[in-house]
């Protein structure tokens, strides 16, 4: 092959989150003479992953963010790069809102069109009604339909879809090796945040309301007036930090809470934890729950999470409408073992091994293109 196939991501943004992360971590270990992945985002700011992105040979490009006002500035804008780069014979779109614009106009541009999904939910209210209007006439556009699990399948495409021969589950994968329990690891991250004799509990997500931070909060203070040598570290940023900030004040609880904002060491980070705790409103996967078992973390967990993500017997779920109590007993109940071979056996023989994934999406890439 002369030269690589480049696939367009269409995203929101580059910044490190659920969708974007596993993009990244396939980017990272596809075989980049075969393939190569180029991105268009809805925002110029800077991203996290720009950097990265741009010394792996990846183009960067940007659209308007859509509000409804500027269809025609939107839908010219994405004609008008087609044009300009008929390069391209995939787009793989991430974004759902406008995938019925972006994808329709790729089509007509004699691109191979793919959706893929990565939640289960649009929110709620007005927004979440008009998300799910645009959204629904995805798994017609579409050429092929991927999605992280079942569930997050079927709440997109819904179940007619997903029984037809186009629609695939695409696992977000991690580098297993990355996240081995390390004694030496473990020392320093809680040298480094003064964590040495305290009861670490672990969040890492977003501050978005689908992260539900304000429960999890009520969740370390029952934790907390019943051990009180117990911290929390809230691994994330986003719209929602300043508010939980201020509700972490307001309880009293600032000495005993972190705010690390985005890391990139989040497999140092899980070492340090003795527990993870993750009571999402709704998740396409949780990818960040297969992280922390493979760190050999206990996790504590909402009802919500997807059955995928359930890999080992470290992770139990809390149903959502439970007292903080229950939460608390789970969480404090949790022995911190960090259990070694079996979990990174069980979790590649679940199909979230990088190696394994980054084949399948190089052969599925090449087949649709005909190569």
């Not at 089509?107 to 209210?125: D, Q, V, Y």
């Not at 509990?201 to 978005?208: A, S, Y």
């Not at 809230?234 to 600032?254: A, C, F, H, P, Y």
């Amino acid at each position: 092959m002369a030269k690589p196939i480049r696939i367009l991501h269409v995203l929101g943004g580059l910044n490190r989150a659920g969708a974007e992360t596993m993009v990244i971590n396939l980017y990272r270990n596809i075989d980049r003479t075969k393939v190569q992945f180029d991105f268009i985002v809805h925002t110029k700011d800077k991203c996290d992953y720009d950097d990265e992105i741009r010394s792996l040979g990846g183009r960067i490009f940007s659209v308007p963010r859509y509000t409804g006002k500027n269809h025609f500035q939107y839908t010219k804008a994405w004609s008008d790069f087609f044009k300009q780069y008929p390069e391209y014979k995939i787009v793989h779109g991430h974004v759902r809102s406008t995938a019925w614009i972006y994808l329709e106009i790729a089509k007509k541009n004699n691109l191979i069109t793919i959706a893929h999904s990565h939640s289960t939910s649009s929110g709620s209210g007005l927004s979440a009604i008009v998300k799910g209007i645009l959204q629904y006439p995805i798994r017609y556009t579409a050429d092929y339909l991927l999605a992280c699990s079942n569930h997050a399948g079927t709440w997109l495409f819904g179940k007619k879809a997903c029984r037809k021969d186009n629609f695939f589950i695409i696992k977000n994968a991690i580098d297993t090796k990355k996240f081995i329990y390390n004694e030496d690891i473990r020392t320093k991250k809680r040298n480094d945040f003064q964590f040495e004799d305290k009861f670490v509990i672990g969040h890492i997500g977003r501050f978005d309301v689908s992260k539900n931070h304000e429960f999890l909060i009520d969740i370390f203070q029952a934790v907390h007036k019943r051990n009180n040598n117990a911290v929390l570290m809230m691994v994330g940023d986003g719209d929602l930090r300043q508010s939980i900030e201020k509700k972490v004040n307001n309880l009293k609880l600032t000495d005993s809470v972190v705010f690390t904002g985005v890391r990139s060491d989040i497999p140092e980070l899980l070492q340090a934890m003795d527990v993870f705790v993750f009571p999402s409103l709704y998740e396409g996967l949780g990818i960040v729950t297969v992280e922390a078992q493979a760190a050999g973390l206990n996790c504590v967990v909402a009802d919500t999470i997807p059955n995928e993500a359930f890999l080992t017997d470290l992770i139990k779920a809390i149903p959502l409408g439970c007292h903080v109590e229950e939460w608390s007993d789970a969480i404090l109940s949790s022995n911190g073992n960090k259990k070694q071979g079996e979990i990174h056996e069980k979790i590649k023989n679940a199909g979230y091994d990088i190696a394994q994934n980054v084949k399948k999406m190089e052969d599925f890439y090449f087949r649709i293109v005909g190569l």
